[in-house]
């Protein structure tokens, strides 16, 4: 059974840059035939995708977060990485990360608490 587990902090100071590390377990990074995703939920709100990357391919990019976003591999520890700069309080949110792509996601994990907050 595959789980994704998410790493990273859980406070982040306004304009910092927020890491966060998605660990694969009971497979590899190439066991994704359509990639691995980072999506959020902030307080009250409904879950916003923010970047997909593919296992040979261009990474997609929410327009709204393109700018402050990029996301990388290590294969050699079946991670992924997400980092979203110049952070603000309305990054608050549940971070997770998926595998699957376009709203299809067979395998998620539980999701990390971040906030924004100096």
């Known amino acids: 059974q595959m789980q994704l587990q998410e790493s990273g902090p859980g406070l982040v100071k306004p304009s910092q840059t927020l890491v966060l590390t998605c660990t694969v377990s009971g497979g590899t990074l190439t066991d994704a035939p359509s990639g691995w995703s980072w999506i959020r939920q902030s307080p009250g709100k409904g879950l916003e995708w923010i970047i997909h990357?593919?296992?040979?391919?261009?990474?997609d990019y929410s327009p709204s977060l393109k700018s402050r976003t990029s996301i990388s591999r290590d294969t050699s520890k079946n991670q992924f990485t997400l980092q979203l700069s110049s952070v603000t309080p309305e990054d608050t949110a549940k971070y997770f990360c998926?595998?699957?792509?376009?709203?299809?996601?067979?395998?998620w994990g539980q999701g990390i608490q971040v906030t924004v907050s100096s």
């Open positions: 990357t593919h296992n040979a391919g261009p990474t």
């Open positions: 998926a595998r699957g792509a376009d709203w299809h996601y067979d395998y």
